[in-house]
């Protein structure tokens, strides 16, 4: 859920299809006093199973959903993470799957925008291996780099969080997979870690 500097409310989720069996994403603005400004639904659905976590939304009021599909919103290959922009009126200008997707088994994570509102998103990599990749995306949705390794984290990151300060520094948590631990932590499986790019 996010809030636009107008006070609209931009809601994302899922609901089941029961007839089809499978999950539809959707998106929803809501107006100050609570009344449906639009929904969105066709828009980040496929004929598979989809899934919106996530959304956020920058200083002009346009909407960023992170979800993850076992369909197809882009390209031919099935499957993964996905990140797609709104405008204020409910247009999708974009949808991006490959970009920030390897492997059908991805997953979404989270998603964050900086000062200059570029989005940052986090795809946790393949549930059997476990693992995590960072995206950085600007408003046009051209991918600008991807962090594959998190600094300093040792083993299988995944279930991650993202957030960016107003210097550029990321800030990435999470949780590290069976049997892996962070270095100098003892006992725990959670793990903190910031860098710059």
Do not use: C
């Amino acid at each position: 859920m996010a809030v636009d500097r107008a006070g609209n409310v931009l809601l994302t989720g899922h609901r089941f299809v029961d007839y089809a069996r499978y999950y539809d994403a959707f998106l929803v603005k809501l107006t100050p006093l609570g009344s449906v400004a639009w929904q969105r639904e066709g828009e980040l659905s496929t004929m598979a199973s989809d899934r919106a976590t996530g959304v956020v939304t920058d200083g002009a009021g346009n909407a960023y959903v992170l979800g993850t599909t076992s369909g197809t919103l882009e390209g031919d290959q099935p499957g993964g993470a996905f990140l797609a922009k709104f405008d204020p009126a409910g247009t999708r200008l974009w949808v991006r799957q490959h970009a920030i997707s390897t492997s059908r088994g991805d997953y979404a994570g989270d998603l964050a925008l900086d000062h200059q509102e570029q989005v940052y998103v986090t795809v946790n990599n393949d549930y059997r291996a476990y693992g995590s990749t960072q995206h950085k995306l600007d408003q046009a949705g051209t991918l600008l780099w991807t962090q594959p390794q998190l600094p300093g984290i040792v083993g299988a990151p995944y279930q991650t969080i993202i957030t960016v300060d107003r210097t550029g520094s990321v800030y990435v948590a999470g949780q590290i997979g069976a049997n892996e631990l962070y270095v100098g932590n003892s006992g725990e499986n959670t793990f903190l870690t910031k860098y710059r790019q």
